[in-house]
């Protein structure tokens, strides 16, 4: 029987006139794996079909309606733990950002599960659908509380909310988004999240990119880095966290909150890096102790036609609540 879920596009016209010209096939070939139902597990759901796909493969989610099986509620729950992504390069593609979520299990108690974790050192693309409920949690170091990447995390046209990285014995970061090398984030929204550290640092409420951090024509706002009350250690950037260069443009960077330092953006970088922020609003962000909006360190620094205001320190120091 042939297993719909596993079925590949090919081109085949492209190999037929290679075979007549006398050229060599390519080696291998970009296809498309179907995700056929909405549930957890089994042939045809998210699961199988990310596990099905070979690396540079597209997971195709673009096919499915509320009158698919199980999307009644235009929803995937993982209810089995998170989606391992081992391919170096894997796109995940859905049929809309307000046509299909894919959501954990966390009732605010229990069955903590970040939704997908990459193992792969290259790009994980994620495109058109939402993300909510995911939550990772050690007492380790803990990153990503939706999204962990070894490598490069690329969002496009996706909404995330509700999203939490905790760690109970150790420092934390990236609520919505983790990437040890960048994330890239366009047409898109991330909300409601949060890094939580009960010891050491918490970096990045929504994103924390080690390697830079691009955001164009997307929506950052309410997102939150905190330590717990009484405990060492601070957050830092309640939205966006970088040690990498930073590009933000055409895009709202808003009511973020830090416990410590850098309500909004903090990008912390060498001296090889550089940070533009372009037709941008930061703004409404608050940090308990320095700097409110933005803290830019990088030796080139260039913002254009943009408004970082309206934003608090509580302990403002040498360092005011807008931009340093």
Same mark, same amino acid.
């Given at each position: 029987m042939t297993n719909l879920l596993a079925t590949?596009?090919?081109?085949? +016209?492209?190999?037929?006139?290679?075979? /007549?010209?006398? +050229?060599?096939?390519?080696? *291998?070939?970009?296809?498309?794996?179907f995700v056929t139902n909405c549930n957890d597990s089994g042939a045809g759901s998210l699961?199988? @079909?990310? @596990? @099905?796909?070979?690396n540079s493969d597209t997971v195709d989610m673009t096919g499915l309606t509320t009158s698919s099986p199980g999307c009644a509620n235009s929803t995937?729950? /993982?209810?089995?733990?998170?989606? +391992?992504? &081992? %391919?170096?390069?894997?796109?995940?593609?859905?049929?809309? %950002?307000? *046509? /299909?979520?894919?959501?954990?299990?966390?009732?605010?108690?229990?069955?903590?599960?970040r939704l997908f974790t990459?193992?792969?050192?290259?790009?994980?693309? /994620?495109?058109? =659908?939402s993300m909510s409920k995911g939550y990772a949690t050690n007492s380790?170091?803990?990153? !990503?509380?939706?999204? &962990?990447?070894?490598?490069?995390?690329?969002?496009?046209?996706?909404?995330?909310?509700?999203?939490?990285?905790?760690?109970?014995?150790a420092g934390a970061g990236g609520g919505a988004i983790y990437a040890a090398s960048s994330a890239i984030i366009k047409y898109s929204t991330i909300g409601l999240s949060s890094a939580q550290a009960t010891t !050491? =640092?918490?970096?990045?409420?929504? $994103?924390?990119?080690? !390697?830079?951090?691009?955001?164009?024509?997307?929506?950052?706002?309410?997102? =939150?880095?905190?330590? $717990?009350? !009484?405990? &060492?250690g601070e957050g830092f950037g309640g939205g966006v966290f970088t040690i990498g260069n930073?590009?933000?443009?055409?895009?709202l960077i808003s009511n973020n909150q830090s416990d410590a330092l850098v309500g909004g953006l903090s990008v912390r970088t060498s001296s090889t890096t550089q940070t533009t922020i372009l037709n941008s609003t930061i703004t409404g962000n608050v940090a308990k102790s320095q700097v409110g909006g933005a803290? +830019?360190? @990088?030796?080139?620094?260039?913002?254009?036609?943009?408004?970082i205001a309206f934003n608090t320190a509580t302990n403002g120091g040498n360092y005011g609540p807008g931009l340093a």
């Amino acid at each position: 029987m042939t297993n719909l879920l596993a079925t590949r596009n090919r081109n085949p +016209l492209a190999v037929a006139v290679a075979a /007549l010209m006398g +050229l060599s096939a390519p080696a *291998a070939f970009a296809n498309s794996v179907f995700v056929t139902n909405c549930n957890d597990s089994g042939a045809g759901s998210l699961r199988s @079909a990310v @596990a @099905a796909a070979n690396n540079s493969d597209t997971v195709d989610m673009t096919g499915l309606t509320t009158s698919s099986p199980g999307c009644a509620n235009s929803t995937i729950t /993982l209810k089995t733990g998170d989606i +391992l992504v &081992s %391919q170096n390069n894997l796109t995940i593609r859905g049929p809309g %950002q307000s *046509a /299909l979520t894919v959501t954990g299990k966390y009732n605010g108690t229990t069955e903590p599960e970040r939704l997908f974790t990459h193992t792969g050192t290259g790009d994980i693309t /994620l495109e058109d =659908f939402s993300m909510s409920k995911g939550y990772a949690t050690n007492s380790a170091a803990t990153f !990503g509380g939706c999204v &962990s990447s070894n490598g490069t995390v690329l969002v496009s046209g996706v909404g995330m909310s509700g999203c939490t990285a905790k760690s109970t014995g150790a420092g934390a970061g990236g609520g919505a988004i983790y990437a040890a090398s960048s994330a890239i984030i366009k047409y898109s929204t991330i909300g409601l999240s949060s890094a939580q550290a009960t010891t !050491g =640092f918490a970096y990045g409420g929504a $994103v924390f990119a080690k !390697g830079g951090v691009t955001v164009k024509y997307s929506s950052i706002s309410a997102n =939150f880095a905190e330590t $717990v009350s !009484g405990k &060492s250690g601070e957050g830092f950037g309640g939205g966006v966290f970088t040690i990498g260069n930073a590009y933000i443009r055409n895009s709202l960077i808003s009511n973020n909150q830090s416990d410590a330092l850098v309500g909004g953006l903090s990008v912390r970088t060498s001296s090889t890096t550089q940070t533009t922020i372009l037709n941008s609003t930061i703004t409404g962000n608050v940090a308990k102790s320095q700097v409110g909006g933005a803290y +830019l360190k @990088a030796p080139t620094i260039a913002v254009y036609n943009s408004t970082i205001a309206f934003n608090t320190a509580t302990n403002g120091g040498n360092y005011g609540p807008g931009l340093a």
